[in-house]
Each structure stands twice: as C-alpha cells, then as structure tokens.
C-alpha cells in the first residue's frame, strides 16, 4: 500500500461522522520521494471558515494560492539548494507555476482537520488536538521527512510525540529545534503568513535549517 492509500484509509476512520473533515498530507507521492530533501510542515488548519470537506493534497497540487503558500514555497526552493545563497530577487515574484514545481513534493499536515478562519481559535485548536492525538501520530508516522517544520504548532507536536520533556536546541539566531525518536530534526518556527517581512521570514527558516544541518 503506497502512502497516498495509507492516508486515505486512515482518513476514511478519522472522518467517519465527522462534518468538514480536511484531508492533507503528501502532494505527490512520486515528487516527494525523488526529492533531495523530503520536508513535512505541519500546520494548523485550513483558513476556509464557511467552507469544508474537501482536500488540501489537491489544493496545493494545482498550486494552492498566495496566502500561506507563496512563502512555502520560497522555503522548498531554498531548502532544495541549502548550499547556495539565493538571491531575494530570485525568490521575491513567486507565479503559481512557481508553487506547483515547488509545492508538489511536499507534505503538509494540519493537526485540525475541521477548518477555521483566518485566526486560530486557541482552545478550539487545542481541544482537537487532544482528541485526535492517536490520529495525528498515525499520520505523522507514514511520511518519514528529512526534516520536520512547525508553523506555529511546535509545542503541540512536542506534546503528540511525547517528546515534551525532552531538550530544546537554539540556532545562534535562536531558531529552536528539537530531534524526534529517530533523531531527526523538528523545527518549531512560525507561520508562512506571519505578520513578517516575506524575506526575513524565508532567510531566517533557511539559516536554522543550514546550521541544524552542520550540527546533525
């Protein structure tokens, strides 16, 4: 059973009674598998406040929207040549053929499967994620990434994992991260959409992914 058939079963159980129910994961299988560095980003939920029941792996096959996935997508191409420095210029007009290429071989989950608006509900998301913290382990285990990127949702996938005891890193510019059970690194870092200048927010995720790298 190929990855894809792994999350749609898994899904079929999670969202069994469920109204709205999201479902996300690998955009494509064969795109992530060949790529240089498989990265998961684990996000909250979907911004789709009036709307439901569809699916994220799709969405962002057909490249996605600005919002959220512009940014991303400027970390993938990045992340893909971590040994060069590129240019802003190179990066600040991102098309959506542009996300396409980029986005295809990513994986991003959101630990709330029922969407929310523009900001999270902070006791509503946290609620879900207790609830569904078997799920979202069963989830998180059929990717194997090389790394792992937290948007905003680094101390929930610490409590998930069961790995909230364990020791947190700091980059030299206090980017944190911390190794999972097969010590492989998760970085708790912030969201795409964050009120930050585009370019701080890429090259700062960049730097910590390039010193991370040299430490692991």
Known sequence: MNIYEEENKLFAEWGKGRIGFVADGVVSEKCYLNAPTKICFVLKEVNDKDGAGWDLRKFIYSGAREQTWDNIARWVKCIGHIEQAINWNALKNITKDDRKAALRS???MNLKKAPGGHTTNPKIFSTAVRDDKEFINKQYSLYSPDIRICCGTGSHLQWILDLDK????????????????????????????????????VYGLVDAVREINQKI
């Not at 911390?178 to 492989?184: C, H, V």
């Open 106 to 108: 990513i994986c991003a």
């Open 166 to 201: 364990e020791k947190v890193y700091e980059t030299t510019r206090g980017i944190q991260w911390f190794l999972n059970s097969e010590s492989k690194p998760i970085i708790i870092y912030n969201h795409p959409n964050a009120r930050i200048a585009s370019s701080l927010l």
